[in-house]
């Protein structure tokens, strides 16, 4: 099983500001499967990236990512008021298909 | 518009039993593979169970496997998870998601349903 751990449990900053998250994996993640989701209170999760750097449909410029191998990083460039979430990465190159265990991103 | 919207959660007793279902409209359900992802109150994501585009192959975490059974019928568009002696720990709201794969690429889940929450207790 490939366990991802992401850093840090939570991130405390300002609107405007960047948001550096981290997920590291126990072993390599082959073909860069590697997405990010975003969960807000409530709702389901949105897949932000795939293929550990594509943005999906309809996500802003503001979201990259990047990464291969065992470390991938997702980064905001300037919070937006909407981008206070959980953030989790997934790999899904096999079974099973496991999360990290989040990243809170929350206003300071 | 892709809907995913599930149904079937409720209050059961520890050793009990439940069928969650899924039900999918909007694109061509029987391309995808498909899964269920559950979180606890308060808690992460935990991935449970997957199932391929013709329902020939499914898969599980450790701590389901032998309680829980996916299944799948691409006629009625309609995904289910048969969950069976259930446990406390398994109290969750259960998110069915879709995943699509075209060759040897595979996509990760893109559209989840809203969820359904099961609780699990005396």
Request: proline share 4%; aromatic share 12%.
């Amino acid at each position: 099983e490939i366990v991802l751990t992401q850093s840090p449990g939570t991130l405390s900053l300002s609107p405007g500001e960047r948001a550096t998250l981290s997920c590291r994996a126990s072993q390599s993640v082959s073909s860069s499967y590697l997405a990010w989701y975003q969960q807000k209170p409530g709702q389901a999760p949105r897949l932000l990236i795939y293929g550990a750097s594509s943005r999906a449909t309809g996500i802003p410029d503001r979201f990259r990512a990047s990464g291969s191998g065992t470390d991938f990083t997702l980064t905001i460039s300037r919070l937006e008021p909407e981008d206070f979430a959980v953030y989790y990465c997934q790999q899904y190159v096999r079974s099973p298909w496991t999360f990290g265990q989040g990243t809170k991103v929350e206003i300071k | 518009e892709v809907q995913l919207v599930e149904s079937g959660g409720g209050l059961v007793q520890p050793g009990g039993s439940l069928r969650l279902s899924c039900a999918a409209s909007g694109f061509t359900f029987s391309n995808y593979d498909m899964h269920w992802v559950r979180q606890a109150p308060g808690k992460g994501l935990e991935w449970v169970s997957a199932i391929s585009a013709g329902g020939d192959k499914t898969y599980y975490t450790d701590s389901v496997k032998g309680r829980f059974t996916m299944s799948r019928d691409n006629s009625m568009n309609t995904l289910y998870l048969h969950m069976t002696s259930l446990r406390a720990e398994d109290t969750a709201v259960y998110f069915c998601a879709s995943r699509y794969c075209t060759g040897n690429i595979c996509y990760p889940l893109d559209s989840w349903g809203q969820g359904t929450l099961v609780t699990v207790s005396s």
